[in-house]
């Protein structure tokens, strides 16, 4: 069963949400098959985003647990978050 990684980003996008999201599709397309990639960009996301609680962007969320918020994580610190998440590194 697939990791599932949502995103959440402000519209438009600030440059910490850029940041994030080329950083999750990067590692979603490395890990195709065992990752799954949610977008969420603006309104399109207000909705999740009050039912997670969550209070700002650039976020992410794995298998149902905000792992990261406010602030653009190290590659290693996204991984991280996936491996506690449930994905078997390489």
Do not use: W
Request: charged residues 25%.
């Amino acid at each position: 069963m697939a990791v599932k990684m949502e995103v959440f980003s402000g519209n438009p996008p600030c440059p910490g949400c850029t940041e994030m999201i080329k950083l999750c599709q990067a590692v979603a397309d490395e890990y195709r098959e065992e990752v799954q990639l949610i977008k969420y960009v603006g309104e399109e996301g207000m909705e999740k985003f009050h039912e997670y609680n969550m209070f700002c962007v650039p976020a992410v969320v794995i298998n149902g647990l905000i792992k990261i918020e406010g602030v653009v994580p190290s590659r290693f610190t996204l991984l991280n978050a996936l491996r506690e998440g449930g994905l078997c590194l390489r």
